[in-house]
């Protein structure tokens, strides 16, 4: 059984909105943060992300525009803003950033320099002197898709196997089936996301029940960079 977790959603387009319906779905207490007035009023007062994704509501989201009350009580900040603006919107989480906080990037694309987003995320974190978990998320998602119930895959990256396990976890939408190690070859890099080579990682299955929005789910990977 999978515990509930706090998690913080900073961007609310369509990607934002359809994870954070995902772990509504699954009983994880979720904050969003946006920065237009009109997602915020849509969301606040018709539980639907209009703009974004009209098709799907997402009751119980609890939407704000302020960074700090978002992140406030949040165990799990996800970076879900345009790879254009990621690190300057990093740059307004640093003062909120609490050693508890763990970062999970949704962001695709390089940042400036012909760097992984990740990477100069890693260095910020660095330069200030915070420690805090960083992990990538990544693989073929359709936001509308994944909202709706339609099955797809993703691969949560991180330095640290016991986070990526966690995020992992988090969306697999209650399946409790079995873990199966998979040892790739010593030599394997996996530098795309995370700089670094890896010696394990392991990754989870399920079976959707349908196309409902119960249902709606992702098979999700843990690797360890």
Do not use: F
């Amino acid at each position: 059984m999978i515990n509930m977790a706090h998690i913080a959603v900073l961007g609310l387009g369509n990607w934002g909105t359809a994870i954070a319906r995902l772990w509504l779905l699954e009983g994880h207490k979720v904050k969003g943060w946006t920065i237009e007035q009109e997602v915020y009023e849509s969301i606040t007062m018709r539980d639907t992300n209009e703009k974004y994704l009209a098709d799907h509501p997402v009751p119980g989201l609890d939407a704000t525009m302020h960074l700090d009350e978002a992140m406030d009580g949040s165990e799990i900040i996800v970076l879900a803003v345009p790879s254009s603006v990621i690190l300057d919107v990093m740059e307004d989480v640093l003062p909120h950033l609490q050693p508890g906080h763990v970062l999970l990037d949704l962001a695709k694309g390089l940042a400036p320099g012909k760097r992984l987003i990740s990477e100069a995320i890693h260095t910020r974190l660095k330069e200030e002197g915070k420690a805090n978990p960083l992990a990538v998320l990544t693989g073929p998602t359709i936001a509308p898709e994944a909202a709706g119930g339609v099955m797809t895959t993703a691969l949560v990256a991180s330095e640290d196997q016991a986070i990526a396990q966690r995020l992992a976890q988090t969306l697999l939408c209650g399946y409790s089936g079995a873990v199966r190690l998979l040892l790739p070859a010593p030599r394997t890099n996996y530098k795309s996301y995370s700089g670094s080579q890896t010696s394990e990682w392991h990754e989870w299955r399920s079976t959707a029940a349908g196309s409902s929005a119960a249902s709606a789910c992702l098979v999700a990977s843990a690797l360890q960079a």
